[in-house]
């Protein structure tokens, strides 16, 4: 049953949340539904090569954009502790990972999600070339319960449109373990044009990991009322979505993305994960909406930057103003130009 040797390639984009995951439970279990816009532009690649090997354990080599990268093996070497359970070939073979991602490195935009759901897409690959035999259905659902694994938010990146994760009682086939397409039929047309443009506010890492962002969630004096909260604001959002109300759907969003950091705030330690230029470019959008009418609303991940949410019928004014306006708040004049995917 042991191939030779071969190898496989998968490209996927990164996502960014609408409402957030933020807290967990053992197995990468989120306390919380989330729902993210899987996005164009910012996407990782990656070529898994495979030989057969004698010896047991895991053998793992990294490459980022054609440079071999010692330090991140050990990641890969978690990530392949978790699955190994699912995916009973990793101690059968030798992996060279050759990755690399559409943004840059130090941009400050996350690789994970993209980054994992595309290793996972390669692993499901070579299990489908060992005889696996899955549906194409299945073979998706797989990877995003691997990239799961790795990271909590990559499972939303292995589909394209509006991914939901975590399970409850108001979506159907929504799973904790997997994330879930949500149907595009469900979806207004206005929110399959947005753009999202990314103000490279402060580029490098981020001052929080996600895994420690997460675990400040457990005795968190508001954890409780926050999960039972975002899972409400997604049962608002989902009317919402099906009626086309942008400014419903911005407010909704605007809140999630300032709820993520006023919880960081309140934790113990606390962080604030703004910078001034951050609030300083939140501050002009919000002035130029009062005053214009567009309609330009924002969300933020766990770090500086902002992305800039607005439907293609706006997306004149508001890149000229982007250009005017926004461009002196980001780090080195750089911003990411992105879309939706659908
Ligand atoms: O997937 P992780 O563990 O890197 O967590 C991501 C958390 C947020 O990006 C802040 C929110 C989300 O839902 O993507």
Same mark, same amino acid.
């Given at each position: ?14 996502? !960014?949340?609408? #409402? ?29 090569? =495979?030989?057969?090997?004698?010896? &047991? ?10 440079? /071999?990268?010692?330090? =991140? ?5 978690? =990530? =392949? ?27 400050? !935009? ?15 690959? #070579? ?12 073979? @998706? ?42 149907? &595009?039929?469900? !979806? ?10 990314? +103000?490279? #506010? ?25 999960? &039972? ?15 086309? &109300? ?5 407010? @909704?969003?605007?809140?999630?993305? +300032? ?58 004014? #508001?890149?000229? /103003? !982007? ?18 995917? /659908?």
């Amino acid at each position: 049953y042991l191939l030779k040797e071969g190898e496989v390639s998968a490209k996927s984009p990164s996502n !960014i949340a609408l #409402i957030k995951y933020w807290g967990k439970k053992e197995n990468q279990i989120p306390t919380n539904s989330s729902i993210s816009y899987t996005l164009t532009n910012s996407y990782t690649e990656t070529t898994l090569k =495979f030989t057969p090997k004698q010896e &047991d354990g895991f053998d793992v080599k990294v490459h980022l954009e054609g440079e /071999f990268k010692e330090s =991140f093996a050990p990641k890969i070497i978690t =990530f =392949f502790e978790r699955i190994t359970a699912y995916i009973p070939f990793l101690e059968q073979y030798s992996f060279e990972v050759h990755t690399s991602n559409s943004f840059p490195h130090s941009s400050g !935009i996350a690789s994970s999600a993209s980054g994992m759901s595309a290793l996972a897409l390669c692993l499901v690959q #070579i299990e489908q070339l060992l005889g696996a035999n899955l549906t194409e259905d299945e073979a @998706l659902k797989k990877a995003s319960f691997l990239a799961r694994l790795g990271s909590g938010s990559a499972c939303r990146s292995v589909y394209k449109g509006l991914v939901e994760w975590g399970g409850n009682n108001f979506m159907k086939g929504s799973s904790d373990l997997y994330g879930t397409k949500y149907p &595009d039929t469900e !979806i207004h047309d206005v929110f399959k044009t947005f753009h999202d443009t990314i +103000l490279l #506010i402060h580029e490098g890492e981020k001052s929080v990991s996600s895994t420690v962002g997460h675990n400040l969630m457990n005795g968190h004096p508001y954890a409780e009322r926050r999960f &039972d909260e975002a899972n409400e604001n997604l049962q608002k959002l989902l009317p919402i979505l099906k009626s086309g &109300d942008v400014k419903a759907f911005g407010e @909704l969003v605007e809140h999630e993305a +300032l709820t993520l950091h006023a919880m960081m705030m309140m934790s113990s330690p606390a962080f604030i994960l703004m910078k001034p230029n951050t609030v300083a470019a939140l501050d002009k959008l919000w002035e130029f909406r009062r005053e214009t009418g567009n309609q330009l609303y924002f969300t933020l991940d766990a770090g500086a930057n902002v992305h800039l949410l607005y439907p293609a019928e706006d997306a004149e004014a #508001i890149e000229i /103003f !982007i250009e005017n306006e926004l461009k002196q708040f980001c780090q080195s004049g750089k911003y990411i130009k992105d879309k939706v995917n /659908f």
